[in-house]
Structure formats: C-alpha cells, structure tokens
C-alpha cells in the first residue's frame, strides 16, 4: 500500500482580508481536497505543464500548497510552430515560482489503424510517467477540468461507447507505473480562466484548440453552447453520468475476474457455453483486455460470441482476428496470439 501523503499545510482562510478571500485560486480548495480525501504516495509531486490556463492555474495552487515539493513537466511535440514559445512561457512562469521544470521533446508516430491524437496522447502519458520517475516522483498532477469531462461524455456519446468510454476521465488512474490524478475534474475551466486573468497571470492559448476540423474543438465551439441553453447545469449531470457508469464497469469488471476464475484463463470452451452471452460478451473483453491488452471491437465479439455458440462439437474451429492478433480454439480452451 502506498504511504499516507504528509497533510498539506492548513489554509486559513478567515485570516486573509475579505477582498484576498474573493480573489482565491479556486484551483487550490480542489487541489487541497484532492490531498486530503485519497491515499497517494509522498511528495514531491509532478504536475504536467502546458502553459494553458487550467495547468497553469493547477501550477499557481501546487506551489502555493507545498512549496519546494512539486516538479513541473512540460511536453514538447514538435507540432506547431509556436511549440517552443510555449516552452519559453513555462520556463518563466515556473523561475517565478522557483519550481523545477523539465521539458520532454516526444515524437509520435501512429500505429496502423491510431489517429495521430491517439498517438500522441500515448506517448505523452508514456513521457510523463518516465520523467516523474526519474525525479523520484510518485504521482503526476493534470489539469482536466469540467469541461474537458462533458466534452469526453459527449464524444463517447456520439461514437457509441460503451461503460469504459461514458466513464469518461477518472479522477484518479496508474499507467506505466506511475499513479496520475486530476483534481479540477469539478470546476469549470471559466473559472480558472477568471481567476487567471484577474491576477493578471499569462498563460497560453493553443491556436490548434480553435481548429474545427478536430471533433473535440467542433463539439466545444459549435455543441457545447447550444447544450447550456437547454441544460444550464450539464457539467455536473454528466459528470454525474460518468460517476455512474464508472461504478457499473467496476462492477462488470469484478464479475468478470469471478468467471473467469471459473473458466480458467485461457478460458474453456465448455464453461464458457455455460454462462449467458451477455455474460459471456463481458468475460471475453476482460480476458482480452487484462491478459493481452487486446480491444475487440463490437463486431468482432459479436463474431466471436457466434462462434462460440457455434462451437459444439470437438472439431469445430475457431479463428477470429481481434484488435492485433486471433483468437482461435486450442483443443477445449480459446488462446489469444499476437500478430
């Protein structure tokens, strides 16, 4: 089990004038709400840095909160002609505050089949996780906030995702290794902005979030808006969705470990046939997904299911691919192979 985070030092509020009171980072309220309520392991903290505004304010509320106990990552794509601009505005904002900044220069190339966005969010996550390693981090702080959760609702929406996708961003995961956190996932990025700007703290504007030929950028512009209108309070209802359809797939997950306990991994054909097919549907994602790191996608598990069903006597084949390999029949058990 990871050890207890040391308590961030008390905020006293009451104590600082009233107009100081109103002028607060929101972030830091989050920020401190996140420490206390969750086991993390020990400071110092990474937090990655794009120089945007919700990283920025997430930045002015890490050192306000533990000084001299947070390492800032700024990732370097290469994309853009203003990337090494933005760099530049991270290194001043954090010689300011006397944190540490490391810049990742990271190239994604995409796998046959992965969007180039996918990539390259891949290889970030990747980056971040070595370079909190290597400075003896154990969490990397981001910065989504309410916002970026809706747009991710919505998106999962309309490409018909299953629980995994309408679950959206959790708060907190692990990947490479390394433990990650979001604690703005409740405040819209309005108010960070606000708060921002009447400090009179610069931060970046990306000019490739207004490109509309990307899905995420087109929803935020021209979607977004029009769903205030009707729903004023749809960041939380969404987010409220997401909280649910997070507790259902840890459910599904926990029933499927238990099947497939009982039908052995790789699994047995024969007690396989004897669980429902929405059971079935649910065991073989998990199977493939914690064992191989294999996503089928729904047509191939229903193909799948079919050829299972299929399956009733002892020289009946199966040879499906699925995500990067097949699945076929060994004998009374089905085998995942890669490539």
Known sequence: MPAEPAAPQPLEPAAAPAFL????????????????HHPHPPRPWALA???????????????ALWPGQIVALHVHH?????????????????????IPLQLLRVQAWPETGQSPE?????????ALAEAAQAQGCGLVLLGQHADD???????????GAGLPGLAAMPERFERHG??????????????LRRWLISQGLGFVDDPSNKDLRYSRNLL?????????????HYRQTLARSARHAAQAQQLLEEVAAQDLEQTGCPPRLQTLQSLSAARQANLLRHWLAS???????????????????ACTTRGHRIELKVAAGRVTRQGGQLVYTEG
Not at 21 to 36: G, V
Not at 220 to 232: D, G, N
């Open 78 to 98: 290469g994309l853009q002609a203003a990337a090494d601009d933005f760099a530049l505005q991270c290194e001043q904002v954090c010689a300011s505050l006397s």
């Open 291 to 309: 064992t191989h790191g294999a996503r089928p996608s729904a047509a191939q598990l229903d193909e799948l299911l079919a050829q299972v069903a």
């Open 21 to 36: 009171q109103a002028q607060a980072n929101p972030a830091i309220a989050a920020l401190a709400a996140f420490a206390q």
């Open 220 to 232: 935020r512009e021209r979607l977004m808006p029009a769903l205030a209108e009707v729903l004023p």
């Open 49 to 63: 840095y794009s120089g945007g505004a919700d990283s920025t304010a997430l930045l002015q509320a890490a050192a």
């Open 178 to 191: 390394m433990h990650f956190g979001r604690p703005l996932l409740a405040l819209p990025g309005a108010a």
């Open 118 to 126: 996918d990539a390259a969010r891949r290889a970030r996550y990747r």
């Open 149 to 159: 959760q809706a747009e991710t609702v919505m998106l999962a929406l309309g490409r």
